[in-house]
T-cell receptor, first 109, second 115 residues
C-alpha cells in the first residue's frame, strides 16, 4: 500500500488559514488523494479528495503538486470546530481506507 | 437523513466473554467496512462487505473475530473470547456504490473495554 507522511501536529489561530501538508512520494497513477478528519469522540468524516487537479468544496481546498508526490489541505479560515486529527490517505476505487496517524490540528481563539 | 448508527456505543466485557457489535448503515448503501481504532492511533481496516458478500477479511486480527451482513444491510461484528488487546473503538462505515470512488460515511463507533 502506498504511504503518506504528515506532521504529527500543527497549531493555528482562529480565522487564519491553515495549510496541512502531506507527502506521498510512492503514489501510483490510480491512487486518489483523500482527506478525512476526526473530531474528538467521533468517527472520521470525509473532507475532500482529488486525483490530479486542485479541488475546492465548502469545507476546504486541496492543492496537488504537479508530480502528485505531495498535496496540501487548505482550510481558508480555521474555526475552533476545525480542531481535529486530519488524515491524508491514498486510496484506489472501492477499497478500504488505510489511515496513518494523521496531523492533530489545534486551533486557538 | 439518518447517518450510520452503531450500538452499543460503549461495551465493557470481562476477558473471555463474547461480544456482538451492530452497525446500521445508511439505507441503500452497497459497501460496508469495519475498522478498529486503538487509543491514539488511526483506524485500521478489518473487513469489507459488498451487499451480503464479504469480499475482504484480511484485516481481521484472529479467528476470534467474525463479521456478517446476511441481508446486505445491517452488519454484526462478533468477537469471541475477548482479550484485553481487543479493547478499542470499532468503527463502521458505509458507502453508496462499489467499484468506483465514493465517500465513506462513518458511524460514531463502539468503544469496547475488556477487563
Amino acid at each position: 500500500d502506498a504511504k503518506t507522511t504528515q506532521p504529527n501536529s500543527m497549531e493555528s489561530n482562529e480565522e487564519e488559514p491553515v495549510h496541512l501538508p502531506c507527502n506521498h512520494s510512492t503514489i501510483s497513477g490510480t491512487d486518489y488523494i483523500h482527506w478525512y478528519r476526526q473530531l474528538p469522540s467521533q468517527g472520521p468524516e470525509y473532507v475532500i479528495h482529488g486525483l490530479t487537479s486542485n479541488v475546492n468544496n465548502r469545507m476546504a481546498s486541496l492543492a496537488i503538486a504537479e508530480d502528485r508526490k505531495s498535496s496540501t489541505l487548505i482550510l481558508h479560515r480555521a474555526t475552533l470546530r476545525d480542531a481535529a486529527v486530519y488524515y491524508c490517505i491514498l486510496n484506489q476505487a472501492g477499497t478500504a481506507l488505510i489511515f496513518g496517524k494523521g496531523t492533530t490540528l489545534s486551533v486557538s481563539s | 437523513g439518518a447517518g450510520v448508527s452503531q450500538s452499543p456505543r460503549y461495551k465493557v466485557a470481562k476477558r473471555g466473554q463474547d461480544v456482538a457489535l451492530r452497525c446500521d448503515p445508511i439505507s441503500g448503501h452497497v459497501s460496508l467496512f469495519w475498522y478498529q481504532q486503538a487509543l491514539g492511533q488511526g483506524p485500521e481496516f478489518l473487513t469489507y462487505f459488498q451487499n451480503e458478500a464479504q469480499l475482504d477479511k484480511s484485516g481481521l486480527p484472529s479467528d476470534r473475530f467474525f463479521a456478517e451482513r446476511p441481508e446486505g444491510s445491517v452488519s454484526t461484528l462478533k468477537i469471541q473470547r475477548t482479550q484485553q488487546e481487543d479493547s478499542a473503538v470499532y468503527l463502521c462505515a458505509s458507502s453508496p456504490f462499489s467499484g468506483s470512488f465514493n465517500e465513506q460515511f462513518f458511524g460514531p463507533g463502539t468503544r469496547l473495554t475488556v477487563l
